[in-house]
């Protein structure tokens, strides 16, 4: 059963009154109940867009969010952030500015059972204290600020923030990008063991492909804006179909040995267009190695294919 499903979700950014970004276009993805789906692309290519679009942290510009078939409000007034809180919560990317550096990490911990709950200050301690622990966090460091920890226990203590409310739906905006590669994998295996002990739902960004592989059910390939591929996570991993992913993925360097002697090596050729001025057609078609005369006067849709479980939107495939 799907827990979330975007229908033409579309987020512009009007800069002047002639200028505007082109951030999110016509996604339409479903995410179903547990399921880790991970969203990959570029840099610029609107992924941490998506994800606050869905979480109601920007207004959407069109198309709809819907959450155990409720369609969620195009712009979010405080009291849907209050109803909200406790079933989407976002993990964010930079564990260095994203905590207030003037709040201790009880207060920071605890301000949503505090906003958005009826807890009392004994109780909100006592599970601020709870959640620290299972971050391998000591009580005593609630009264502690950001800047006395280091860039993954930082993380650790957004983590507590994120899930107190105890979410059903967690959007991970890179959670680990940040992060030496030495507490990657700790960071990443709390956030699974806390996905398995809560039976979370999660929209995995990242930019480390072998990374999305190794964590999510489904994987999502976005590129300036729009879903290019969407199957599952190995199967898009190791058998790439969009001319997008293959050399996404290409490029990407694999951490396992025995994998990275039989991969196919390749570079993305160029730039990725500005988000201001979308090229007509495929928007990817200024760098395809495979464009063809109808891919840059039509846009391809992403459609499902006949025989596996992947959608694709590219005329290959037409
Ligand atoms: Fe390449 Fe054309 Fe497919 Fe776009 S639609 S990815 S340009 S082949």
């Known amino acids: 059963m799907n827990l979330l499903q975007t229908n033409e979700l579309t987020r512009y950014f009007d800069i002047t009154r002639k200028l505007r970004v082109h951030a999110v276009e016509r996604v339409s993805l479903s995410i179903a109940e547990n399921e880790i789906v991970g969203l990959v692309g570029e840099s610029g290519s609107g992924k941490s867009t998506l994800g606050k679009t869905i979480v109601g942290l920007h207004h959407k510009t069109s198309g709809t969010v819907t959450y155990r078939g409720e369609e969620l409000p195009q712009k979010y007034q405080s009291g849907d952030f209050q109803r ?104 990443i295996n709390l956030l699974g063991e806390l996905k398995e002990r809560m039976g979370l739902t999660l929209l995995f960004i990242a930019h480390d492909l072998s990374m999305v592989r190794y964590v999510s059910d489904r994987m999502a390939v976005m590129y300036l804006g729009s879903l290019m591929e969407v199957g599952k996570a190995s199967e898009v991993y190791f058998d790439p179909k969009h001319p997008y992913t293959e050399v996404l993925i290409g490029s990407n360097p694999e951490p396992d040995p025995r994998v990275e002697r039989v991969r196919v090596s390749t570079s993305i050729q160029g730039e990725i267009p500005s988000p201001v001025n979308v090229p007509a057609g495929c928007r990817f078609a200024s760098r395809c190695p495979k464009a063809m005369d109808i891919c840059k006067q039509t846009t391809p849709e992403l459609t499902p294919l006949k025989d596996i479980d992947r959608s694709i939107a590219c005329h290959l495939y037409v």
């Not at 059903?168 to 990008?177: A, K, L, N, Q, Y």
């Open 84 to 187: 909200l809180a406790t079933k989407m919560q976002m993990i964010f990317q930079d564990p260095y500015s994203s905590l207030n550096p003037r709040m201790t990490v009880g207060e920071i911990v605890g301000e949503g059972l505090r906003l958005h709950t009826k807890a009392g200050a004994k109780s909100i301690k006592e599970q601020v204290a709870e959640w620290l622990a299972k971050g391998g966090l000591q009580a005593d460091h609630m009264s502690r600020y950001p800047h006395e920890f280091s860039g993954g226990q930082r993380q650790r203590i957004g983590i507590a923030r994120a899930l107190i409310l105890k979410p059903e739906f967690v959007v991970c905006d890179e959670p680990i990008s940040a992060l030496d590669v030495s507490v990657q994998a700790q960071v």
